[in-house]
């Protein structure tokens, strides 16, 4: 067997077809975010229960009946837990369905377990990528013979991503599964992907596709109505194309994005759809809810709860969508209404109201208790008179009577909610405290080095002295904590940080509130209004044309420094979203500079252009706060700027690129703030006065059209001469 | 039917030097012997569009219009009426000139270089249908010409592929969502997401022609052509500005239209709205509706919209715009070839047309595909194919024409080779002059034996 793959490894055609290559897949047990925290701290998000049973069970057993037969289990975060619970489970000795585990203490992104994976030499042909926690009941057969048939026309068709019809809602952009709103170019013949835009650049009201794409294709389908599953079937390729770019780490933001930008290579991202199948990810709290809600109105069968699909327990389906374990202790007078899930050994009290949930097993709920859209995991206590409303409770949680918990709460394991303590909405609680270095989502998600993130693993890999850790956090903290969540409570609510908090509503179990939605359609009218003021500023035709008319000869130049500005301010945004170094930003303009052969005042040029244009880009609704971003903006990348400006020509050629985009449609805004902007620059001792005041003289000169700038810029000029003049004297 | 026609002639295009002259303006040029805005004016009679204004660019070129119409129109079956602007203005001024002469409710507005079979009633119908403030005519970029000769020209066509129109459809292909055009198209692809985002998909196409025919609502069209006096084209202006803005709409629909009638017409409206809606064959609302009235109800305050419609011409019709000497030789070639149906004559058994009056010299053989015009002679021994000769020519004998146009009154001499050329009226070819893909402008001499390829000749104008 072993001798036979490693011929296939070398690749031969025919013997490919003749062999029969055992289909493999890749799970990623980990999502590399931290969108599930504070439970993900304590176990690992794909043996969070869905619907009564582990998310990972769910990808198993889709992927064992869509003919998959060798697995990969890739674990990083608490590696031991997801290791220990696959190998007392039934996955290990199925017939025809291996899972291997692959652990790995420092990987970050998705990227670095690919690259492991690479590394093992264990994958042999196609590829099935999901993470651990997708629900899908698809069937591969389509995707995995249309993905075939295009490598044998075409070896550079690498990959071939599954989308599914889901349409964004208009008001919060957001799809039902709480992920962003995705806009797609896709070649409507062959599928193929053409552009991948996931997290939508709000500031930006257009879509930019490259006009070179139409040459080859007299079609594109533009979509906002589609849903990436994030299942893909790869190319060993892949992996390799991993290994190559030792800087990709998310599979869509980087992988994806990387091919469809790189015509080099030429390598083809493909896409798949499909229409009656179900296949989602559990992103977050809001697709938590979505899909728990999708499996109990059976839209995954078989994947639903009466059917024994793994080690989950027999349940019953009743009427309406109940679903009743066998041993449920049920008050007569306690009121279960449709699509709720009751798990094995769980009482219910008098006059209990429970409905659109799940409740795990051994669970123990008061009398006078209301439940509503909640997900209570096993063994939970909830006393009398408790009400519960979109809410998550992990293993272990006692609510005492009379608390309530509001829209969005998560409690995770073993806290405790004191009497008649009513926890805020969206608050988190947890037995942990908040780590202090708190960084957003996202950014951990493709971090280069998120110490965080490594730091947790580590702790938290080895249960036991994760337990040792709580216990004596818990008799220290105890007193301090109690005050947190109520009389006799225990556990922390994590402040949520700043300017998340804006956003908690939405990744939250709890559906969105009106006020929040009446909110957000006014901002979104602003915003169209002002999108519409963009078009119609666009200039008429008669401006447009002369433009790509003339200049033949050096159009060549003007093409290049045009897309050496572009580089200039792609890289300058990367590194404030990235939150890069001087130094790095300083090499890599250098470099660019290099290749394009450019002299170092155009760096400046290009530099100071991508400063004003990001400044400008921030949304802002009066000139007042554009000054202010301005002045944030050169405040802190004051020293950037400053490398590149070693006399006064840089300084001067600084003031002309202004004054170019006073006049420059995107930038006009900052036309009235000329005066202003450039006294800041003074003042922030990235102009000389010696700079400005050559610049105004050079412009004496010019015509009386050319002058509007040095008016409008007459006062600063005339303090300058007489300050300078006084010093003289 | 409510439709008031506007026939943008155009006047002496600078393109089509040196097939122009003072005699001939662009609208006059012949296609098969028949001025070329004559296949527009027919297309309208058939469809029931009774009142039509010509707008023809300088005097000099209206007045050879207008005398050119009072000859052959017959006013009973169509009243044209001929408007004068000035020379060299977009197509948005000459509408902004003739302004106090739309009356109609809808305004059609067709190219007057249009050569075409598509209805364009069809486009009103659907501009009606939708109750758009405009509906544009889109047809299948041409597939040049014949497959035998035109093989090197199909390849210089798909090479410009990336020319034409960048257009945004949505799925049912109604409704017209993005256009770019004109120097536009030369840099990226910009879609607005607002736009997107309301639809859900987009289908971005570049395989569609415009073909100069828009339906516009009047009072739409007139708001906008006096609110943005920047506006000079219809095509590069006021149509993108209509796409732009069409969810967010800065028109005053109903507005207008329930002043001039009066207060009592609102329930009517309503039932309009709702017709058209069911008109649309569509069982959900469009999605303007849906952008109007908000998700949910929750809309604070409704927005109004608007409808860009585009009407698609099928595959097999066929339609072009003589807007250049290349267009003018392929539409000449098509209208007595593959779309021989427009040209309104009877084709003879060999499949050319070849008038009683003329007369052709022994062992002369005209072939298929083309047509001899009245009244012309040709010598002996001479060769046409798939050629357009006019009225009143002499030819010689020996000479060879081939897939070429011959205007009116040219004197050809023996033994003179013509292929892909153009020759204009009064033309003189003496003795054994060879021409290969040349336009020669009207009067002008060849001098015998001379031998031209590829060359624009005219003759200088006294000045």
Same mark, same amino acid.
């Given at each position: 067997?072993?001798?036979?793959?490693?011929?296939?490894?070398?690749?031969?055609?025919?013997?490919?077809?003749?062999?029969?290559?055992?289909?493999?897949?890749?799970?990623?047990?980990?999502?590399?975010?931290?969108?599930?925290?504070?439970?993900?701290?304590?176990?690992?998000?794909?043996?969070?229960?869905?619907?009564?049973?582990?998310?990972?069970?769910?990808?198993?057993?889709?992927?064992?009946?869509?003919?998959?037969?060798?697995?990969?289990?890739?674990?990083?975060?608490?590696?031991?837990?997801?290791?220990?619970?696959?190998?007392? $489970?039934?996955?290990?000795?199925?017939?025809?369905?291996?899972?291997?585990?692959?652990?790995?203490?420092?990987?970050? $992104?998705?990227?670095?377990?690919?690259?492991?994976?690479?590394?093992?030499?264990? %994958?042999?042909?196609?590829?099935?990528?999901?993470?651990?926690?997708?629900?899908?009941?698809?069937?591969?057969?389509?995707?995995?013979?249309?993905?075939?048939?295009?490598?044998?026309?075409?070896?550079?068709?690498?990959?071939?991503?599954?989308?599914?019809?889901?349409?964004?809602?208009?008001?919060?952009?957001?799809?039902?599964?709480?992920?962003?709103?995705?806009?797609?170019?896709?070649?409507?013949?062959?599928?193929?992907?053409?552009? !991948?835009?996931?997290?939508?650049?709000?500031?930006?009201?257009?879509?930019?596709?490259?006009?070179?794409?139409?040459?080859?294709?007299?079609?594109?389908?533009?979509?906002?109505?589609?849903?990436?599953?994030? %299942?893909?079937?790869?190319?060993?390729?892949?992996?390799?194309?991993?290994?190559?770019?030792?800087?990709?780490?998310?599979?869509?933001?980087?992988?994806?994005?990387?091919?469809?930008?790189?015509?080099?290579?030429?390598?083809?991202?493909?896409?798949?759809?499909?229409?009656?199948?179900?296949?989602?990810?559990?992103?977050?709290?809001?697709?938590?809810?979505?899909?728990?809600?999708?499996?109990?109105?059976?839209?995954?069968?078989?994947?639903?709860?009466?059917?024994?699909?793994?080690?989950?327990?027999?349940?019953?389906?009743?009427?309406?969508?109940?679903?009743?374990? /066998?041993?449920?202790?049920?008050?007569?007078?306690?009121?279960?209404?449709?699509?709720?899930?009751?798990?094995?050994?769980?009482?219910?009290?008098?006059?209990?109201?429970?409905?659109?949930?799940?409740?795990?097993?051994?669970?123990?709920?008061?009398?006078?208790?209301? %439940?509503?859209?909640?997900?209570?995991?096993?063994?939970?206590?909830?006393?009398?008179?408790?009400?519960?409303?979109?809410?998550?409770?992990?293993?272990?949680?006692?609510?005492?009577?009379?608390?309530?918990?509001?829209?969005?709460?998560?409690?995770?394991?073993?806290?405790?909610?004191?009497?008649?303590?009513?926890?805020?909405?969206?608050?988190?609680?947890?037995?942990?405290?908040?780590?202090?270095?708190?960084?957003?989502?996202?950014?951990?998600?493709?971090?280069?080095?998120?110490?965080?993130?490594?730091?947790?693993?580590?702790?938290?890999?080895?249960?036991?002295?994760?337990?040792?850790?709580?216990?004596?956090? =818990?008799?220290?903290?105890?007193?301090?904590?109690?005050?947190?969540?109520?009389?006799?409570?225990?556990?922390?609510?994590?402040?949520?940080?700043?300017?998340?908090?804006?956003?908690?509503?939405?990744?939250?179990?709890?559906?969105?509130?009106?006020?929040?939605?009446?909110?957000?359609?006014?901002?979104?009218?602003?915003?169209?209004?002002?999108?519409?003021?963009?078009?119609?500023?666009?200039?008429?035709?008669?401006?447009?044309?002369?433009?790509?008319?003339?200049?033949?000869?050096?159009?060549?130049?003007?093409?290049?420094?045009?897309?050496?500005?572009?580089?200039?301010?792609?890289?300058?945004?990367?590194?404030?979203?990235?939150?890069?170094?001087?130094?790095?930003?300083?090499?890599?303009?250098?470099?660019?500079?290099?290749?394009?052969?450019?002299?170092?005042?155009?760096?400046?040029?290009?530099?100071? !252009?991508?400063?004003?244009?990001?400044?400008?880009?921030?949304?802002?609704?009066?000139?007042?706060?554009?000054?202010?971003?301005?002045?944030?903006?050169?405040?802190?990348?004051?020293?950037?700027?400053?490398?590149?400006?070693?006399?006064?020509?840089?300084?001067?050629?600084?003031?002309?690129?202004?004054?170019?985009?006073?006049?420059?449609?995107?930038?006009?805004?900052?036309?009235?703030?000329?005066?202003?902007?450039?006294?800041?620059? !003074?003042?922030?001792?990235?102009?000389?006065?010696?700079?400005?005041?050559?610049?105004?003289?050079?412009?004496?000169?010019?015509?009386?059209?050319?002058?509007?700038?040095?008016?409008?810029?007459?006062? =600063?000029?005339?303090?300058?001469?007489?300050?300078?003049?006084?010093?003289?004297? | 039917?409510?439709?008031?026609?506007?026939?943008?002639?155009?006047?002496?295009?600078?393109?089509?030097?040196? =097939?122009?002259?003072?005699?001939?303006?662009?609208?006059?040029?012949?296609?098969?012997?028949?001025?070329?805005?004559?296949?527009?004016?027919?297309?309208?009679?058939?469809?029931?569009?009774?009142?039509?204004?010509?707008?023809?660019?300088?005097?000099?070129?209206?007045?050879?219009?207008?005398?050119?119409?009072?000859?052959?129109?017959?006013?009973?079956?169509?009243?044209?009426?001929?408007?004068?602007?000035?020379?060299?203005?977009?197509?948005?001024?000459?509408?902004?000139?003739?302004?106090?002469?739309?009356?109609?409710?809808?305004?059609?507005?067709?190219?007057?270089?249009?050569?075409?079979?598509?209805?364009?009633?069809?486009?009103?119908?659907?501009?009606?249908?939708?109750?758009?403030?405009?509906?544009?005519?889109?047809?299948?970029?041409?597939?040049?010409?014949?497959?035998?000769?035109?093989?090197?020209?199909?390849?210089?066509?798909?090479?410009?592929?990336?020319?034409?129109?960048?257009?945004?459809?949505?799925?049912?292909?109604?409704?017209?969502?993005?256009?770019?055009?004109?120097?536009?198209?030369?840099?990226?692809?910009?879609?607005?997401?607002?736009?997107?985002?309301?639809?859900?998909?987009?289908?971005?196409?570049?395989?569609?022609?415009?073909?100069?025919?828009?339906?516009?609502?009047?009072?739409?069209?007139?708001?906008?052509?006096?609110?943005?006096?920047?506006?000079?084209?219809?095509?590069?202006?006021?149509?993108?500005?209509?796409?732009?803005?069409?969810?967010?709409?800065?028109?005053?629909?109903?507005?207008?239209?329930?002043?001039?009638?009066?207060?009592?017409?609102?329930?009517?409206?309503?039932?309009?709205?709702?017709?058209?809606?069911?008109?649309?064959?569509?069982?959900?609302?469009?999605?303007?509706?849906?952008?109007?009235?908000?998700?949910?109800?929750?809309?604070?305050?409704?927005?109004?919209?608007?409808?860009?419609?585009?009407?698609?011409?099928?595959?097999?019709?066929?339609?072009?715009?003589?807007?250049?000497?290349?267009?003018?030789?392929?539409?000449?070639?098509?209208?007595?070839?593959?779309?021989?149906? =427009?040209?309104? !004559?009877?084709?003879?058994?060999?499949?050319?047309?070849?008038?009683?009056?003329?007369?052709?010299? /022994?062992?002369?053989?005209?072939?298929?595909?083309?047509?001899?015009?009245?009244?012309?002679?040709?010598?002996?021994?001479?060769?046409?194919?798939?050629?357009?000769?006019?009225?009143?020519?002499?030819?010689?004998?020996?000479?060879?024409?081939?897939?070429?146009?011959?205007?009116?009154?040219?004197?050809?001499?023996?033994?003179?080779?013509?292929?892909?050329?153009?020759?204009?009226?009064?033309?003189?070819?003496?003795?054994?002059?060879?021409?290969?893909?040349?336009?020669?402008?009207?009067?002008?001499?060849?001098?015998?034996?001379?031998?031209?390829?590829?060359?624009?000749?005219?003759?200088?104008?006294?000045?």
């Amino acid at each position: 067997m072993a001798a036979k793959k490693g011929n296939r490894g070398g690749g031969g055609d025919a013997e490919e077809e003749l062999t029969r290559v055992p289909l493999q897949a890749v799970l990623l047990a980990d999502s590399f975010a931290t969108l599930f925290r504070p439970i993900t701290l304590e176990r690992p998000k794909v043996l969070i229960p869905l619907v009564n049973a582990p998310m990972i069970d769910y990808t198993l057993a889709w992927l064992e009946s869509a003919g998959v037969e060798e697995v990969f289990v890739f674990c990083a975060a608490h590696s031991r837990q997801v290791i220990d619970y696959l190998k007392n $489970s039934k996955w290990i000795d199925q017939p025809n369905f291996t899972v291997t585990t692959i652990e790995s203490h420092n990987s970050t $992104s998705a990227g670095d377990a690919l690259r492991i994976i690479y590394e093992r030499h264990v %994958i042999h042909g196609d590829f099935v990528l999901v993470a651990g926690d997708t629900v899908s009941n698809m069937s591969l057969t389509d995707a995995l013979k249309e993905h075939k048939e295009r490598r044998r026309k075409d070896s550079n068709a690498v990959m071939t991503m599954v989308i599914k019809q889901s349409k964004p809602s208009a008001v919060t952009r957001q799809s039902r599964l709480g992920t962003e709103e995705l806009f797609m170019a896709i070649d409507p013949d062959t599928k193929q992907l053409l552009y !991948y835009e996931d997290k939508a650049d709000v500031r930006k009201g257009m879509i930019s596709l490259e006009k070179e794409l139409l040459f080859d294709n007299s079609s594109i389908s533009l979509h906002n109505d589609k849903q990436d599953c994030y %299942i893909d079937i790869c190319s060993q390729e892949v992996l390799s194309l991993f290994t190559d770019n030792f800087d990709y780490q998310h599979l869509r933001r980087h992988f994806v994005k990387g091919l469809l930008l790189d015509d080099i290579m030429g390598y083809k991202i493909f896409t798949h759809e499909i229409h009656s199948s179900y296949a989602a990810r559990v992103d977050n709290y809001r697709s938590y809810a979505t899909i728990s809600k999708d499996i109990i109105q059976r839209w995954t069968y078989p994947l639903v709860p009466d059917i024994q699909f793994f080690g989950n327990c027999a349940t019953k389906l009743e009427r309406q969508g109940k679903y009743r374990a /066998s041993d449920v202790v049920l008050s007569r007078s306690a009121q279960i209404g449709p699509f709720t899930v009751i798990g094995n050994g769980t009482k219910i009290g008098n006059y209990s109201e429970v409905s659109n949930s799940v409740i795990g097993e051994g669970c123990l709920i008061g009398s006078n208790v209301s %439940i509503d859209g909640c997900y209570i995991w096993d063994n939970v206590t909830i006393e009398d008179g408790c009400k519960l409303k979109h809410a998550i409770a992990c293993d272990g949680v006692i609510i005492k009577s009379g608390a309530v918990l509001e829209a969005g709460v998560v409690l995770s394991f073993k806290v405790i909610i004191g009497q008649e303590f009513v926890v805020p909405a969206y608050s988190k609680v947890s037995l942990l405290e908040q780590p202090l270095k708190q960084d957003s989502d996202e950014e951990l998600e493709y971090a280069d080095n998120s110490s965080g993130n490594i730091e947790f693993t580590s702790i938290y890999d080895e249960p036991e002295r994760l337990e040792e850790k709580l216990r004596t956090e =818990l008799s220290n903290s105890q007193v301090q904590a109690t005050s947190e969540v109520g009389d006799g409570g225990v556990g922390f609510i994590w402040s949520v940080s700043e300017g998340g908090h804006e956003d908690e509503w939405r990744h939250s179990v709890a559906p969105i509130p009106a006020d929040k939605l009446v909110e957000i359609i006014k901002s979104a009218t602003e915003e169209l209004e002002l999108s519409n003021q963009d078009g119609n500023i666009l200039p008429p035709s008669g401006e447009l044309g002369p433009d790509s008319v003339d200049n033949d000869s050096d159009e060549d130049a003007r093409d290049d420094s045009a897309h050496f500005n572009k580089e200039v301010e792609a890289t300058f945004i990367r590194a404030v979203e990235e939150n890069h170094k001087e130094e790095h930003v300083i090499l890599e303009v250098n470099s660019l500079r290099l290749s394009y052969n450019l002299t170092s005042s155009d760096c400046t040029g290009a530099l100071f !252009y991508a400063m004003m244009k990001y400044a400008s880009d921030m949304p802002h609704g009066s000139s007042g706060e554009l000054l202010k971003n301005v002045a944030n903006v050169t405040a802190k990348w004051k020293k950037l700027l400053k490398y590149y400006l070693p006399s006064i020509d840089e300084e001067i050629e600084v003031i002309l690129k202004f004054e170019e985009m006073c006049l420059e449609e995107s930038t006009k805004e900052l036309s009235p703030l000329f005066m202003q902007i450039l006294n800041l620059l !003074y003042n922030n001792d990235i102009l000389q006065e010696e700079a400005i005041l050559n610049w105004a003289s050079e412009k004496e000169e010019a015509d009386e059209a050319d002058k509007h700038f040095l008016k409008q810029a007459e006062e =600063l000029i005339q303090w300058l001469k007489n300050a300078s003049e006084e010093e003289e004297e | 039917m409510d439709f008031q026609v506007v026939v943008l002639a155009g006047g002496f295009s600078k393109t089509l030097d040196p =097939l122009v002259s003072q005699e001939v303006p662009k609208a006059l040029l012949p296609v098969a012997n028949r001025p070329v805005i004559s296949y527009v004016l027919e297309l309208l009679e058939q469809n029931d569009l009774k009142n039509a204004i010509i707008v023809v660019e300088g005097k000099t070129a209206a007045d050879l219009i207008s005398s050119w119409i009072s000859s052959t129109i017959d006013d009973d079956r169509l009243h044209v009426e001929v408007a004068v602007v000035r020379e060299d203005v977009g197509t948005a001024d000459a509408l902004r000139s003739i302004d106090h002469r739309l009356t109609a409710k809808d305004i059609l507005v067709v190219s007057g270089d249009l050569v075409t079979d598509i209805t364009p009633g069809a486009v009103a119908a659907t501009h009606r249908r939708h109750d758009a403030v405009v509906t544009a005519m889109l047809c299948s970029i041409p597939v040049s010409g014949s497959s035998d000769t035109g093989s090197a020209g199909a390849k210089d066509k798909s090479k410009k592929a990336g020319r034409y129109n960048i257009i945004g459809l949505d799925p049912t292909k109604q409704f017209l969502l993005h256009i770019a055009a004109g120097a536009e198209i030369e840099k990226d692809i910009r879609v607005q997401k607002s736009i997107l985002r309301a639809v859900g998909q987009v289908e971005i196409r570049a395989d569609l022609m415009d073909a100069h025919v828009y339906a516009f609502k009047r009072s739409v069209l007139q708001d906008v052509l006096n609110q943005k006096e920047t506006f000079r084209s219809l095509k590069r202006d006021v149509l993108p500005y209509l796409v732009r803005s069409q969810l967010r709409s800065e028109l005053v629909l109903n507005g207008a239209q329930s002043d001039e009638n009066g207060n009592g017409t609102d329930a009517m409206q309503n039932s309009k709205v709702m017709l058209s809606q069911l008109l649309t064959n569509a069982s959900m609302p469009s999605f303007h509706e849906i952008c109007a009235l908000g998700p949910d109800g929750l809309a604070p305050d409704l927005k109004k919209t608007h409808k860009c419609c585009v009407y698609i011409a099928n595959k097999n019709k066929y339609c072009a715009r003589l807007n250049s000497i290349q267009a003018f030789s392929d539409i000449n070639r098509d209208v007595i070839g593959d779309a021989n149906h =427009l040209s309104g !004559y009877t084709f003879s058994a060999h499949n050319n047309i070849i008038h009683p009056s003329a007369e052709l010299g /022994s062992r002369t053989t005209v072939g298929p595909q083309c047509m001899v015009g009245e009244g012309s002679q040709m010598g002996d021994k001479c060769s046409v194919k798939k050629s357009v000769i006019g009225s009143h020519c002499r030819i010689g004998s020996n000479v060879k024409i081939v897939n070429s146009v011959v205007f009116n009154h040219v004197t050809i001499g023996d033994g003179c080779s013509i292929q892909g050329s153009i020759v204009c009226s009064n033309v003189q070819l003496q003795e054994r002059a060879t021409l290969k893909d040349c336009q020669v402008g009207a009067g002008f001499v060849v001098t015998a034996g001379s031998d031209y390829k590829g060359e624009s000749m005219a003759k200088k104008e006294k000045q």
